[in-house]
């Protein structure tokens, strides 16, 4: 998945991105006549999304101020699976009466996934994003090489994980399952790397971002990749979603996301929330 999709979109929209102004980007779009832009984004989830912060909800409102639109931004609770959050969020609306949003953020850009949305418009990566492993170095040393060389140390040490996530269905079912009984479930990923910081577990392993925010300043931990043959996902890059034929939204978002990486608004907007970007 490490390609050079942006660079491909770069040039494709390249001309694009050096014509238009902002009252040109936001003439014609469907949420002209309110002046918004309705995005949304995960609920309860840092350093991404949270009571209204994160990174997502700044590039949303970012993103909206290069259209010449405010933002509106709306938390979605996830759904059972990423087919579920894009119908909610994006084509169709929840069921419970909330109507989707202009563009949702957060969302894989996969061609498997697309070919199964053909109601949205998958498009414009803006962060790579991986799993990682943050640990004591006093307690586990470097987790490289294979499952069986990398994760052995978890045989007799404990690692943290968020409960449903990647990681603990990864470390769930590695090598047969030996390291169940030293895999501890948590709430959230900050839960977890503050389990670490007390020694309850001594590692933790979760999306890079997360551990990075979790983190913050303290550097008493090493973070890694978790690179390993066993691992199928190494990474995947995370970009917007719109419905499929919002095709005016879609070229105005392409623009404005390329402008904003090109004067290196994306890069502090991720540094101000502690986390390292990494181009898709």
Known sequence: MKNNRLQTLLMAVGILAATLTHAATAEGLATQQEGLLRVAVYKDFPPYADAGKGVD???GRELARRLGLDAEIVAYAADEDMNDDLRNMVWKGHYLGTRPAD????????????????????????????????????RVGPVTGSAARALEVFTREKVGVETESLADGFLLSVLHGRLRENVVHFTTVADAVAAMQRGDVAAVM?????IEAALGQQTRFSVGPVDMPELRIKGWPLGMAIKRDNTQLGEALTAAMIEIQRDGTLDRIFAEHGITRRTP
């Open 57 to 59: 909800v700044a590039l």
């Open 206 to 210: 979760a999306t890079q971002a997360e």
């Open 103 to 138: 563009v949702m953020l957060h969302v894989p850009v996969d061609e498997r996934l697309a070919e199964r949305n053909e109601q949205v418009k998958i498009f414009g990566p803006y962060h790579l994003e991986s799993l990682a492993i943050a640990r004591d170095p006093a």
